[in-house]
Structures are given as C-alpha cells and as structure tokens.
Nanobody
Framework: QVQLVESGGGSVQAGGSLRLSCVTS????????IGWFRQAPGKQREGVSS??????YYSDFVKGRFTISQDNEEKTVYLQMNNLEPEDTAMYFC??????????????????????WGQGTQVTVSS
C-alpha cells in the first residue's frame, strides 16, 4: 500500500525557515517521482519542487530559497524552505508517481501526473 506522510509545517515569521518531511512507503520509493505541491485558500494547487533519480525540478518562485533532497535509508524526501515569505503560506502536500513518469520537463508540476498524495502539512508565514 502506498503511503505518504508529511510533517514539519508550522508558523514562522518572514525570513524564517522550515523543513518539511515526506516519509514514503517502500513501493513508492524505488521507481519514484516525488513532488511537493502547495495550495493556498482560493487558489489552485501548484507544483513547488520534485525529485527523481535523474535530478530535481523547482518552480521559479522558490528557486534559490527551497531545496529538495532525499534520505534513501529513511525513505524520506525533504523540502528545506529558507527565507520564507508571506506568499508561501499554504497547505503543502507530498505526492508520488511510483513509475517515475511525472518527472519530466513541462509536466513535473502538474498535479494530475501524481497518483498518490499525503494529507498535507500547513505552513503559515507572517509578515
């Protein structure tokens, strides 16, 4: 059974940092494309960053501030978020495509490419 469990959200002031974690099940991890998405109230879900065996992707609005990484032993994907801005306030979701097809230029940030989703973790950044 595919499972994704996020943690690490919270409330910080602008300029602060948070590290989100996504613990994955064995089935997902080995042929994976795992992405972080976010959704603010009244807005569409948008891709933040994704990672797969061939590399990483970032949205322009987080480049230079966020870093995605993985711990193979822990089967965990992290999203280190630095220099947070109020506009980063959203529910953050971890998503997985166990077959790895979602991680391609032009498609990695599309939610429809990911078949499995976690429950989300809230990030709130105050000014």
């Amino acid at each position: 059974q595919v499972q994704l469990v996020e943690s690490g959200g919270g409330s910080v002031q602008a300029g602060g940092s948070l590290r989100l974690s996504c613990v994955t099940s064995e089935l997902v991890y080995h042929r994976y494309c795992i992405g972080w998405f976010r959704q603010a109230p009244g807005k569409q879900r948008e891709g933040v960053s994704s990672i797969y065996s061939g590399g990483t992707y970032y949205s322009d609005f987080v480049k230079g501030r966020f870093t995605i990484s993985q711990d193979n032993e822990e089967k965990t994907v992290y999203l280190q978020m630095n220099n947070l801005e109020p506009e980063d306030t959203a529910m953050y979701f971890c998503a997985a495509d166990p077959w790895g097809n979602a991680c391609a230029p032009g498609s990695w940030s599309l939610p429809r490419g990911y078949g499995y989703w976690g429950q989300g973790t809230q990030v709130t950044v105050s000014s």
